[in-house]
């Protein structure tokens, strides 16, 4: 199930456990905030509303507030020795998705937990004997591994210049 929110003057396309940057909103990090603009609400049975869905809203924690990358205005009239230079940088909340809900239901008031990845397994390291590979491979210098594998080789001198008589 998907559904399209508007918020801050912009629509998002979200899933559940989805984690969208969008402007500003009041909430501490860990706090639940709930979108009542929602535009759409896709899935088996779609619905479009007309601005909005009756009854659907959207949950979604609060991860972080973050601020954007500087944008620097910088104005100079020539000749005249007037120059300005303003710098800006937009905030920003990190929002996790939790729930999508229709038919008027309420959000719940604490953000459900994560679901836990499970780790990938290492791979074991070869040895010589077994995987014949050079113990610089097996440690990950692939450079000094590829050196120990070519032949040494001469370095070639430059090109002399001709003298002419």
Do not use: C, W
């Amino acid at each position: 199930m998907f559904a399209v929110i508007k918020a801050g003057g912009k629509q998002y396309r979200v899933a559940a456990e989805d984690v969208i940057r969008i402007d500003r909103v009041d909430g501490k990090p860990g706090e639940v905030v709930s979108f009542g603009e929602v535009l759409v609400v896709g899935g088996d049975t779609p619905s479009i509303g007309a601005p909005t869905v009756s009854g659907a809203t959207v949950a979604g924690e609060v991860l972080a507030h973050e601020r954007g990358d500087k944008v620097i205005a910088f104005k100079k009239r020539r000749r005249k020795n007037s120059r300005r230079k303003r710098g800006y940088r937009h905030e920003f909340s990190v929002i996790r998705i939790t729930e999508i809900l229709t038919d008027g239901k309420k959000p719940s008031d604490t953000p459900p937990p994560r679901p836990k990845r499970e780790a990938k397994p290492k791979p074991e390291a070869a040895t010589d004997a077994e995987g014949g590979e050079t113990k610089a491979k097996a440690k990950g210098n692939t450079k000094s591994a590829d050196r120990a594998k070519k032949p040494a080789t001469k370095a070639k001198k430059p090109a002399g210049k001709s003298k002419k008589k």
